[in-house]
């Protein structure tokens, strides 16, 4: 199993950027990607979540309304679009799969220990 995630870079605040989470290596009827962040001297935060069956989405409450999390099957491929970024949103953005049974509830999916697999990350810093 296989995530590289790409896309980041730097942006002055108000700016936008999509990142892309690439998926390889495994092949299963129900799994989900999140996306995380980890500023410097931070805990890893979840940030968004979509489940591949019936592409339910999650967001972290202040990233509601900025970002949009998708899904391109056919490119086995994830984005996570982020608008109107702040300084507060640099960090190292990472996606992980879980392709273990989905757990029920709207809350799971922001711990990172619910995860299989995780990419290396891609670094997003914002100027003010």
């Known amino acids: 199993v296989q995530l590289v995630e790409s896309g980041g870079g730097l942006v002055q605040a108000g700016g936008s950027l999509r990142l892309s989470c690439a998926i390889s290596?495994?092949?299963?009827?129900?799994?989900?990607i999140g996306w995380f962040r980890q500023a410097p001297g931070k805990e890893r935060e979840g940030v968004s979540c979509?489940?591949?069956?019936?592409?339910?989405?999650y967001y972290a409450d202040s990233m509601k309304g900025r970002f949009t999390i998708s899904s391109d099957n056919a490119k086995n491929t994830v984005y996570l679009q982020m608008k109107s970024l702040k300084p507060e949103d640099t960090a190292v953005y990472y996606c992980?799969?879980?392709?273990?049974?989905?757990?029920?509830?709207?809350?799971?999916?922001?711990?990172?220990?619910?995860?299989?697999?995780w990419g290396q990350g891609t670094q997003v810093t914002v100027s003010s």
């Open positions: 290596g495994f092949t299963f009827d129900d799994y989900a």
């Open positions: 992980a799969a879980r392709v273990s049974v989905i757990p029920y509830g709207s809350i799971w999916w922001q711990a990172r220990n619910e995860y299989d697999y």
């Open positions: 979509i489940r591949a069956s019936d592409g339910s989405t």
